[in-house]
């Protein structure tokens, strides 16, 4: 009640928009505590995920080749008639 009691305080001094700023970081805290909540309780349902994960030798190495070509695209270096 307190933050709403701030946003009739604003209301009544005619900072309208403060007031409403007010309610709406208000409604967003509330949104973010039931996420936190549902986010933290135990789920029962089973991961069917099957796939092994990648290995991080493999996603470093595809980054790594990625970023360079993205690069050489980028500041020019790329034969003419060739598409990035």
């Known amino acids: 009640m307190t933050l709403f009691g ?3 305080a604003f209301v009544a ?3 309208d928009f403060l007031a ?3 309610i709406i970081v208000y409604a967003g805290a ?3 505590l039931f996420l936190f ?3 933290s309780s135990a789920s ?3 991961n069917t ?3 092994s994960p990648s290995s991080p030798a493999a996603v470093g190495g595809s980054r790594a080749v990625i970023t360079v070509g ?3 695209c980028a500041h020019g270096r790329v034969a003419l008639g060739d598409r990035c």
């Open 6 to 8: 701030v946003a009739v």
């Open 13 to 15: 001094q005619q900072a």
């Open 20 to 22: 409403a700023v007010q």
């Open 30 to 32: 509330i949104v973010v």
């Open 37 to 39: 909540v549902i986010m």
């Open 44 to 46: 029962t349902a089973k």
């Open 49 to 51: 995920c099957t796939s």
């Open 70 to 72: 993205g690069s050489d």
